[in-house]
């Protein structure tokens, strides 16, 4: 599933790429993704200027001379710079622009392409619900944000409403090079371990950030990420020593998802 670092960089790509195109058309195989009806769509956003895209937690953010085009991969899927003749085997949607290069978006299960007014992002459903990007955050704003949560350290990291983008794949090292326990109750945390969290979020996702993202997600030009299944320190690691330590890495179950810990480096209490 791709997180901030797959997010991130192909946000920063499209952004380079697509900025300054203007769409022709969609092509929709795939209707049950979008908010709007496929002729809507095209209605809507025909001849539209693309000014920018970035990114709010898992949604990649079009932004157009005459609205929003917004992007969800859900749990994962390429976006591809293409043209027409060279078309990838697998597409839901695809955007024809006037310089006769194609953008296709492909879900490997179900994710969304919504339109939205210029000034209707308070109002949709879903990103209206988001927490802060997690990378946007200096220290200050982290410390203040996490200070009142209540529950479960992990939970709160999930939890897309109160922090945006981090996921299944990064945290367990997140919480190793924090040295926390994913059960750590947020109350008992003291400010230094608040500051080693802060450190283990910036130093867990930016190197996978600087390559571009996880080995298992395309970029905009077809190629893998560059960061690998070996650069993972602790996570989908069971039974291998700790870097640190030594002891074997445990998989346990934190609530409803499992964890990877060392036992020795990350104590419960
Ligand atoms: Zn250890």
């Known amino acids: 599933m791709p997180e901030t670092p797959e997010i991130t960089s192909r946000a920063m790509e499209m952004n380079k790429e697509l900025t300054g195109k203007t769409i022709l058309a969609f092509e929709v195989l795939q209707p ?4 709007v ?24 953010m079009v932004r157009t001379s005459r609205g929003w085009l917004l992007i969800n991969l859900g749990m994962g899927g390429e976006i591809l710079l293409v043209n027409r003749s060279q078309m990838p085997a697998k597409y839901r949607l695809v955007i024809d622009f006037s310089d006769q290069t194609s953008l296709s978006i492909n879900f490997w299960w179900f994710g969304y392409v919504h339109f939205c007014a210029l000034d209707g992002l308070s109002s949709h459903p879903m990103i209206a619900k988001l927490g ?19 529950g479960k350290l992990k939970a709160f990291l999930l939890d897309q409403s109160r922090l945006a983008g981090i996921g299944n794949a990064y945290i367990h090292d997140i919480l190793f090079l924090a040295k926390l326990h994913p059960n750590r109750v947020i109350a008992s945390l003291t400010s230094a371990e608040i500051s080693a969290l802060y450190k283990g979020i910036q130093d867990g996702l930016h190197p996978s950030l ?8 395309l970029n905009l030009y077809g190629q893998k990420g560059g960061f690998m299944m070996e650069d993972i320190i602790i996570g ?17 179950k934190t609530g409803s998802t499992s964890s990877f810990i060392c036992p020795t480096c990350q104590p419960e209490s």
Do not use: M
Not at 45 to 60: C, D, F, M, P, R
């Open 32 to 35: 049950k993704c979008l908010n």
């Open 37 to 60: 009806k496929p002729d809507e769509l095209n209605q809507f956003l025909a001849n539209a200027v693309i000014e920018s895209v970035t990114h709010h937690g898992k949604w990649i």
């Open 132 to 150: 802060p990007n997690v990378l946007d955050l200096n220290e200050e704003d982290f410390t203040n944000l996490i200070k009142p949560q209540k």
């Open 210 to 217: 600087a390559r571009g993202g996880a080995f298992y997600e």
């Open 236 to 252: 989908y690691r069971e039974n291998s020593p700790c870097p640190q330590c030594g002891t074997p890495i445990q998989k346990i």
